[in-house]
Protein backbone atom coordinates (compact mmCIF):
# COMPACT_ATOMS: atom_id res chain seq x y z
CA UNK A 1 0.00 0.00 0.00
CA UNK A 2 1.05 3.83 -0.70
CA UNK A 3 -0.41 6.30 1.66
CA UNK A 4 0.01 10.32 1.86
CA UNK A 5 -1.22 13.44 0.22
CA UNK A 6 -1.54 14.38 -3.18
CA UNK A 7 1.49 14.87 -5.05
CA UNK A 8 4.54 13.59 -3.14
CA UNK A 9 5.23 10.87 -5.81
CA UNK A 10 3.48 8.01 -5.04
CA UNK A 11 2.28 6.55 -8.44
CA UNK A 12 5.87 8.14 -9.47
CA UNK A 13 7.56 5.42 -7.37
CA UNK A 14 5.53 3.17 -7.80
CA UNK A 15 5.77 2.83 -11.63
CA UNK A 16 9.50 3.11 -11.25
CA UNK A 17 10.11 0.56 -9.01
CA UNK A 18 8.77 -2.37 -11.26
CA UNK A 19 9.14 -0.64 -14.48
CA UNK A 20 5.68 -0.31 -15.80
CA UNK A 21 2.91 1.85 -15.57
CA UNK A 22 0.07 0.52 -13.20
CA UNK A 23 -2.12 3.16 -13.71
CA UNK A 24 -2.69 3.68 -17.18
CA UNK A 25 -6.14 5.05 -17.53
CA UNK A 26 -5.79 7.43 -14.31
CA UNK A 27 -6.62 11.03 -15.04
CA UNK A 28 -5.79 13.80 -12.78
CA UNK A 29 -9.48 15.44 -11.09
CA UNK A 30 -9.83 19.34 -11.65
CA UNK A 31 -9.33 21.25 -8.39
CA UNK A 32 -13.26 21.74 -8.01
CA UNK A 33 -14.16 17.90 -7.95
CA UNK A 34 -11.45 17.54 -4.94
CA UNK A 35 -13.56 19.50 -2.56
CA UNK A 36 -16.08 16.97 -2.65
CA UNK A 37 -13.71 13.85 -3.19
CA UNK A 38 -13.37 11.37 -0.08
CA UNK A 39 -10.67 8.83 0.02
CA UNK A 40 -10.83 6.29 -2.74
CA UNK A 41 -8.70 2.23 -2.14
CA UNK A 42 -7.30 1.73 -5.80
CA UNK A 43 -6.06 -1.91 -6.26
CA UNK A 44 -3.92 -3.00 -9.07
CA UNK A 45 -2.91 -6.28 -9.87
CA UNK A 46 -0.10 -6.38 -11.96
CA UNK A 47 2.29 -9.74 -13.07
CA UNK A 48 5.58 -9.08 -12.61
CA UNK A 49 8.75 -11.64 -13.49
CA UNK A 50 12.18 -11.33 -12.08
CA UNK A 51 14.73 -13.51 -13.46
CA UNK A 52 11.79 -16.41 -14.09
CA UNK A 53 10.25 -16.06 -10.82
CA UNK A 54 6.88 -15.02 -11.71
CA UNK A 55 5.39 -12.86 -9.01
CA UNK A 56 1.64 -11.25 -8.27
CA UNK A 57 2.17 -7.84 -7.04
CA UNK A 58 -1.16 -6.24 -5.55
CA UNK A 59 -0.55 -2.30 -5.18
CA UNK A 60 -3.32 -0.08 -3.28
CA UNK A 61 -3.23 3.36 -3.97
CA UNK A 62 -5.22 5.82 -1.58
CA UNK A 63 -5.86 8.66 -3.78
CA UNK A 64 -7.82 11.65 -1.88
CA UNK A 65 -5.92 10.84 1.29
CA UNK A 66 -5.21 14.19 3.33
CA UNK A 67 -7.00 16.48 0.51
CA UNK A 68 -9.74 17.35 2.57
CA UNK A 69 -9.74 20.07 4.78
CA UNK A 70 -11.00 18.38 7.76
CA UNK A 71 -9.05 15.19 7.15
CA UNK A 72 -9.46 13.96 10.94
CA UNK A 73 -11.72 10.09 9.94
CA UNK A 74 -9.70 10.15 6.37
CA UNK A 75 -7.81 7.16 7.47
CA UNK A 76 -10.40 5.18 8.44
CA UNK A 77 -11.84 3.96 4.52
CA UNK A 78 -8.14 2.48 4.90
CA UNK A 79 -8.25 0.93 8.06
CA UNK A 80 -11.68 -1.02 6.92
CA UNK A 81 -9.92 -2.28 3.84
CA UNK A 82 -7.25 -3.93 5.64
CA UNK A 83 -9.29 -5.27 8.04
CA UNK A 84 -11.39 -6.59 5.35
CA UNK A 85 -8.77 -8.13 3.42
CA UNK A 86 -7.33 -10.08 6.57
CA UNK A 87 -11.05 -10.91 6.96
CA UNK A 88 -11.26 -12.55 3.20
CA UNK A 89 -8.50 -14.63 4.13
CA UNK A 90 -8.61 -15.52 7.10
CA UNK A 91 -12.24 -17.05 5.73
CA UNK A 92 -10.84 -18.53 2.87
CA UNK A 93 -8.51 -20.39 5.29
CA UNK A 94 -10.37 -21.43 7.11
CA UNK A 95 -12.80 -23.47 4.26
CA UNK A 96 -12.25 -26.72 3.02
CA UNK A 97 -10.44 -26.02 -0.24
CA UNK A 98 -6.93 -23.93 0.78
CA UNK A 99 -5.10 -24.69 -2.35
CA UNK A 100 -5.53 -21.72 -4.48
CA UNK A 101 -6.06 -18.63 -2.10
CA UNK A 102 -5.88 -15.61 -3.22
CA UNK A 103 -3.74 -13.54 -0.62
CA UNK A 104 -4.81 -9.85 -0.92
CA UNK A 105 -3.83 -8.48 2.76
CA UNK A 106 -1.66 -5.60 3.30
CA UNK A 107 2.10 -6.53 3.95
CA UNK A 108 3.39 -3.12 4.32
CA UNK A 109 2.77 0.65 3.87
CA UNK A 110 4.88 3.08 2.02
CA UNK A 111 3.84 6.36 3.80
CA UNK A 112 4.78 9.48 2.41
CA UNK A 113 5.49 12.21 4.27
CA UNK A 114 6.64 16.24 2.94
CA UNK A 115 9.83 16.83 2.75
CA UNK A 116 8.33 20.19 2.74
CA UNK A 117 7.39 20.75 5.97
CA UNK A 118 8.75 20.48 9.86
CA UNK A 119 8.63 17.16 10.45
CA UNK A 120 5.42 14.99 10.77
CA UNK A 121 1.86 16.46 10.89
CA UNK A 122 -0.80 15.70 13.22
CA UNK A 123 -2.35 13.60 10.72
CA UNK A 124 0.64 11.48 10.03
CA UNK A 125 1.02 10.52 13.88
CA UNK A 126 -2.34 9.96 13.89
CA UNK A 127 -2.68 7.17 10.31
CA UNK A 128 0.69 5.92 11.63
CA UNK A 129 -0.71 5.16 15.50
CA UNK A 130 -3.75 3.75 13.71
CA UNK A 131 -2.18 1.53 11.23
CA UNK A 132 1.37 0.23 13.27
CA UNK A 133 -0.47 -2.74 15.00
CA UNK A 134 -1.82 -3.83 11.15
CA UNK A 135 1.08 -3.78 8.78
CA UNK A 136 4.94 -2.78 8.88
CA UNK A 137 5.04 1.12 7.66
CA UNK A 138 7.74 2.49 5.66
CA UNK A 139 7.98 6.18 6.46
CA UNK A 140 9.50 7.69 2.89
CA UNK A 141 10.76 11.23 2.85
CA UNK A 142 9.20 12.30 -0.77
CA UNK A 143 11.07 13.81 -2.68
CA UNK A 144 13.88 14.67 -0.99
CA UNK A 145 16.37 15.37 -3.68
CA UNK A 146 15.20 18.41 -3.69
CA UNK A 147 16.64 19.37 -0.05
CA UNK A 148 20.63 19.45 0.54
CA UNK A 149 22.06 16.62 2.30
CA UNK A 150 22.25 18.00 5.69
CA UNK A 151 19.01 19.13 5.33
CA UNK A 152 18.07 15.48 5.18
CA UNK A 153 19.43 13.80 7.68
CA UNK A 154 18.20 16.91 9.87
CA UNK A 155 14.45 16.07 8.69
CA UNK A 156 15.25 12.73 8.93
CA UNK A 157 16.55 12.76 12.43
CA UNK A 158 13.50 14.87 13.53
CA UNK A 159 10.86 12.43 12.04
CA UNK A 160 12.14 9.83 13.94
CA UNK A 161 12.64 11.68 17.31
CA UNK A 162 8.79 12.54 16.64
CA UNK A 163 7.91 8.59 16.13
CA UNK A 164 9.87 7.41 18.69
CA UNK A 165 7.96 10.33 21.18
CA UNK A 166 4.24 9.18 20.04
CA UNK A 167 5.45 5.53 20.06
Do not use: W
Not at 16 to 32: G, H, N
Amino acid sequence: MVAGESGLGKSTLVNSLFLTDLYPERCIPPAADKITQTVKIDASTVEIEERGVKLRLTVVDTPGYGDAINCSDCYKPIIQYIDDQFERYLHDESGLNRRHIVDNRVHSCFYFISSQGHGLKPLDIEFMKALHNKVNIVPVLSKADSLTMPEVKRLKRRILEEIAAHE
